[in-house]
């Protein structure tokens, strides 16, 4: 019984302090801290309709593949201006500018503005999910350490309506 409190006990302590250690660093201080290289990318990004007409309010999602071997085949969701990408929406022109913190450089085979209707309530279910591909540009070089540079990418998505028996 003393074996199993004390095992409880060594497993309860070891979460605490890992949660602090975690939640005590800012994400810069987690970046450097756990190695992770990251780069900037400037994001613009434009949503029309099928007549091109701008879409208002859309909210967007920046999905890119790592370029490290090891991660290559992970897509993730990234976020613009510091927030979850879904949280900016598009002006009155249909457009998003901002930028997003990436895990390494982007993929430029595998890198897409994704719009999806399930993220946007506020259009009623009214276009179809999509996306466009984008070629992210670097502007900016790296440091040659952790940092690897800013890169530049824009896009328009263009949405369809969806049809009454979807």
Not at 101 to 109: A, H, M, N, R
Not at 119 to 135: F, R, T
Request: proline share 4%; hydrophobic share 30%; glycine share 8%.
């Amino acid at each position: 019984m003393a074996k199993k409190v004390l095992s409880l006990y060594k497993y309860l302590l070891g979460g605490i302090l890992a949660l602090l250690g975690v939640t005590a660093c800012s994400k810069e201080v987690m970046k450097a801290a756990y190695g992770s290289p990251h780069a900037r990318l400037n994001v613009d990004a434009r949503v029309v309709d099928q007549s091109n007409n701008p879409v208002r309010n859309a909210r967007l999602i920046v999905r890119t593949s790592l370029t490290e071997t090891s991660y290559s085949s992970v897509m993730r969701d990234t976020v613009i201006n510091g927030q979850p990408s879904w949280i900016n929406t598009t002006n009155e022109t249909g457009r998003i500018y901002g930028y997003t913190e990436s895990f390494s450089e982007p993929d430029k085979d595998h890198t897409y503005i994704v719009y999806r209707s399930s993220l946007n309530p506020q259009l009623s279910g009214k276009y179809e999910d999509d996306s466009v591909k984008v070629v992210p540009t670097m502007v900016e070089k790296g440091d040659g350490n952790w940092y690897r540079g800013t890169f530049k990418m824009s896009g328009t998505v263009k949405l369809k309506e969806k049809t009454p028996d979807e």
